[in-house]
């Protein structure tokens, strides 16, 4: 198994290249199952859940041809007699993402069946909003006593008004695959709209779909017969924006960060600020995070301790918890960080304790964080991709020598992760 060995306590310096959006490059590469004609996708990052969702289209008969190492061409040859992959394959419960198979497999072939998808485990993650939209456009929905979730309809699905009972990412981007391809009018009302949806919406105008209020919480669809093929590039990835400013934050270095979206950033600087950090715009594309900060977390007006919480978009996003909880451990003062929409994703937290950590963990839900201390290199292991993430940022701020175990996980979501930390600095080994 591959790990990464860390030497900490070193100040990092240099240039870091945010790659395309993990979240979105996933649901993109979905949508490619919509059409016959070639969809070509840039900025595409080299990450692991990209590649085995990969591997799972050219087993439905996709075409798909590396152009460069980040854009990529697809071409769907989809075969209309199966519905299946073998129960027992190993891609499907490998990543989150293949539950976005089942909206354009359910409107290009009427059935789908898949096994579970896997993914991090941070909590019980429900499938009901997927399956009661696609009822409403007239599918049959079931899971088997072995788990395999089905999906069927016998003629065309038809638009319909959709009420969300959350504001489901995966949930809306699977709705709008099935709907664009629907006979009428889907009007999909508290929908998510983060930058991930919003690059998978306007990849499917690009190929002919009809989608007003894109990045509202409330979309229109009009079906059309078909959808045309299309070239379309992938935003950055902000969640890989906010991971790196943590770095810079916690370790007091001054890091660079090339191909930003300022845009996507408003509420993490919102929250960064109440630990006393911020950064300043460089160019068009980029941001400082300077050395200098005061590093000293605010109390509300009237002295009071401060929190964190997450949000659906715009609020601050729940992929950053695990990043933002281990910067505030390297702050002076204390701070709640509140993770409302997981269950175990605070769990992690165990890991920073043995390192010296100051944390009470109040429930599954809540942390305090008091801070600074300085931490102890240990021996880790990555639980999920941002918890991973974050122990390889606590092993940088260390003293001492930390290696951590299960780092597939960290590299299903940020490419070239090593490489990008020996360009500013950082002491890493990467073994094997």
């Known amino acids: ?22 979240n979105g490059s996933l649901a993109c590469i979905a949508a490619t199952l919509l059409t016959d004609k070639e969809v070509i996708l840039n900025n595409v990052p080299a990450i692991e859940d990209v590649k085995v969702l990969i591997e799972i289209l050219k ?8 152009l460069d190492n ?12 199966r519905d299946e992959i073998s129960p027992d394959d190993e891609l499907i419960g490998s990543i989150r993402a293949s539950i976005l198979l089942i909206g354009p497999l359910l409107t290009r072939t009427g059935k789908i069946a898949l096994p579970p998808p896997g993914g991090d485990v941070i909590g ?6 997927h399956f009661n939209a696609f009822e409403e456009l007239g599918a049959h929905c079931s899971i088997t006593e072995e788990g395999i979730l089905k999906a069927s309809a016998n003629k065309k699905l038809v638009g319909a008004n959709i009420l969300l009972d959350e504001a489901s990412v995966t949930g809306t981007e699977n709705i709008v695959m099935a709907s664009v391809l629907a006979k009428g009018k889907t ?5 998510a709209s983060e930058p991930h949806v919003q690059d998978l919406c306007n990849l499917l105008v690009a190929m002919g779909s009809k989608i007003d209020g894109i990045g509202s919480n409330l979309l229109t669809i009009e079906g059309v017969a078909n959808l045309n093929g299309a070239e379309f590039t992938i935003g950055s990835d902000y969640m890989e924006v906010g991971s790196f400013i943590g770095l810079a934050a916690a370790t007091k270095s001054e890091i660079e960060l090339v191909g930003c979206d300022s845009k996507h950033l408003p509420m993490i600087e919102k929250a960064y600020k109440r630990l006393g950090i911020s950064w300043h715009e460089s160019g068009k594309d980029k941001i400082v995070i300077p050395k200098k900060q005061s590093c000293i977390i605010r109390k509300s007006i009237d002295d009071q301790t401060l929190k964190i919480d997450d ?5 601050f996003p729940a992929d950053l918890m695990s990043i933002i909880t281990v910067v505030a451990t390297q702050m002076n003062g204390t701070i709640l960080i509140h993770e409302k929409m997981y269950e175990s994703r605070l769990y992690f937290v165990d890991w920073l304790i043995r390192m010296g950590a100051d944390i009470i963990l109040c429930d599954p839900h809540r942390a305090l964080i ?37 780092i597939y996980q960290i590299e299903r979501g940020y490419e070239d992760l090593h490489k990008k930390l020996l360009g500013v600095g950082a002491k890493i080994v990467r073994s094997p």
């Open 187 to 191: 009007v999909i009302t508290n929908a």
């Open 311 to 315: 949000a659906p978009w715009p609020g």
């Open 59 to 66: 087993r439905y008969g996709s075409d798909i041809t590396y």
């Open 124 to 129: 019980f993650r429900r499938l009901d909003t």
């Open 370 to 406: 008091n801070g600074p201390v300085k931490l102890k290199a240990n021996q880790l292991s990555s639980p999920d991709v941002r918890a991973g993430m974050a122990l390889v940022i606590a092993a940088l701020c260390a003293q001492g020598v930390s290696t951590i175990q299960n």
């Open 70 to 81: 980040n854009r990529i061409s697809f071409k769907s040859n989809l075969d209309y007699s």
């Open 1 to 22: 198994m591959s790990s990464y060995s860390i030497i900490g306590s070193e100040q990092l310096e240099g240039e870091i290249i945010i790659s395309g959006n993990k």
